[in-house]
T-cell receptor
Framework: GQQVMQIPQYQHVQEGEDFTTYCNSS?????IQWYKQRPGGHPVFLIQ?????EVKKQKRLTFQFGEAKKNSSLHITATQTTDVGTYFC??????????FGKGTKLSVKP | DTEVTQTPKHLVMGMTNKKSLKCEQH?????MYWYKQKAKKPPELMFV???????INESVPSRFSPECPNSSLLNLHLHALQPEDSALYLC????????????FGSGTQLSVL
């Protein structure tokens, strides 16, 4: 069956350092979304990627969808304390259901 | 109005109680979802309603009973819950049922004693 891995599980960075989280699928994805959940909060939509090789930017955040549509990444340049939270990818499973990746928890040391 | 409103924010209930969680949106979305989220875990899909009809039930125990009275409202009725059901229950909505942006409510933190 389809397997999607999100890595790393945790990332601790110094403020100003870069951060990247990855979602890797064993099968082709129709699209992928990214969400951010602040501590004590609820998931908030960041972006949706649909096309092969797509790259989208939102200020310091860069999102990529691989050419084979099996991989995606979220990169944050020069992290700030406001970036703290857990970042989830969200994708369609092989049964048509919709699944969150396990998440990457980002902590930023000022 | 781009909000999904959930009530109550916190709920403590005994294993013999019956309670309901409520969710409301006024964005004209036709799909509404219930997710369960345990601490340090991703949200897990429980139910999806599409055009007021139950379209996905992720093998959730019958002690959880969803209801969609109209396109703006979603309820989750709780009965005879177990302590392991303690979690954050999140409601979400979207324009359609799959592959589109989800708008989440702030959740109900449920504790079952």
């Amino acid at each position: 069956g389809q397997q999607v891995m999100q890595i790393p599980q945790y990332q601790h960075v110094q403020e100003g350092e870069d951060f990247t989280t990855y979602c890797n699928s064993s099968t082709t994805l129709s699209n992928i979304q990214w969400y951010k959940q602040r501590p004590g909060g609820h998931p908030v939509f960041l972006i949706q990627l649909v096309k092969s090789g797509e790259v989208k930017k939102q200020k310091r955040l860069t999102f990529q969808f691989g050419e084979a549509k099996k991989n995606s990444s979220l990169h944050i340049t020069a992290t700030q304390t406001t970036d703290v939270g857990t970042y989830f990818c969200y994708y369609g499973g092989s049964q048509g259901n919709l699944i969150f990746g396990k998440g990457t928890k980002l902590s930023v040391k000022p | 109005d781009t909000e999904v409103t959930q009530t109550p924010k916190h709920l403590v209930m005994g294993m013999t109680n019956k309670k309901s969680l409520k969710c409301e949106q006024h964005m004209g979305h036709r799909a509404m979802y219930w997710y369960k989220q345990k601490a340090k875990k991703p949200p897990e899909l429980m139910f999806v309603y599409s055009y007021e009809k139950l379209s996905i039930n992720e093998s959730v125990p019958s002690r959880f009973s969803p209801e969609c009275p109209n396109s703006s409202l979603l309820n989750l009725h709780l009965h005879a819950l177990q302590p392991e059901d303690s979690a954050l229950y999140l409601c979400a909505s979207s324009q359609e049922s799959t592959g589109v942006k989800l708008f989440f409510g702030s959740g109900t933190q449920l504790s079952v004693l």
